[in-house]
């Protein structure tokens, strides 16, 4: 029996090997090309991961109980901590066991804040397409035409083992659990469905989508999760073009005051899930 060739990757349709035209799979109930567009930003519904806080009721359970925010975060970083073996084990501890901890949502937090294309970055974008189906546009270079050195390199990195040792999906499903829980509970960021956020860029030409930044109204796609500030003077030391952009809370994965660290909140750092943003853009501002 004989099989017909291999299709040549230049006779394949547009659509395979344009990223600009994938989704994959979502999980929260929301198509990943509405998820990421202007009209669901304008008008927000609620997204939950499938699953997630019905397979750890207890700890929901646990922060409906909390009378203040800073109770609820000592009650998930507890659960988290315990859940996943998060505590530093002792010197004499097996080698697994010295490596697991390693592999936590904050070290992984960390490495962003670091860099957020190495191979923490990857993680998380990687996260954002399996969860919410959105796929990333750049790590280290463009991710255009599939399949290509840059798509190569951020396909090794999202699946490096430094993170993957455990279960760090599942901890960064509850991590988005928490901030919305959080948002809702205590209004960390006030009662409304929109924060107003500011990004810093210099690479902002290659983002737009419609309009022109000399306009200062227009709309671009930014990556699958980005960094935003709640601060404008914080953002405007971060590139030449700084942009406004309204926010729904519902897309946001970390804010200032939902965890007790320091690892990002120097820069009062917001992550969100991208996608197309209509922006107010200035220039050396």
Known sequence: ?????????????????????????????????????????????????????????????????????????????????????????????APSELRRWKASYLKLLQGWGM?????????????????FGLVPTFHKAPLRRFPSPAWVGYLEEKATSRYHSNNIHQQLDLLFEFCQWMLARFGLLGCGTHVQLWRGS?????????????????????????????????????????????????????VPGLLDTRSLQGEAEVLALGGDYEVEASYGC
């Open 1 to 93: 029996m004989s099989f017909p060739p291999a299709p040549v990757l230049d006779d394949l349709p547009a659509g395979e090997t344009d990223p600009a035209r994938w989704y994959a799979t979502s999980l929260v109930g929301v198509p990943a090309p509405l998820l990421g567009s202007l009209e669901f930003n304008a008008h927000p519904r609620r997204l939950r991961i499938a699953g997630t806080r019905a397979s750890s009721a207890g700890l929901f359970s646990l922060l409906d109980r909390c009378g203040d925010a800073a109770e609820a975060r000592d009650v998930f970083e507890h659960y988290l901590e315990l859940a996943f073996g998060l505590a530093k084990p002792a010197a004499r501890a």
């Open 115 to 131: 860099d957020a294309n190495g191979p923490a970055g990857a993680v998380l974008k990687g996260w954002v397409e399996s969860r």
């Open 202 to 254: 210099s690479r902002c030409e290659e983002q737009v989508v419609r309009g022109s930044l000399r306009e200062r109204r227009c709309t671009v796609r930014l990556n699958n999760i980005v960094s935003f500030s709640l601060s404008r003077e914080t953002a405007d030391c971060f590139g030449d073009w700084l942009l406004q952009a309204r926010a729904p809370l519902v897309k946001l994965l970390l």
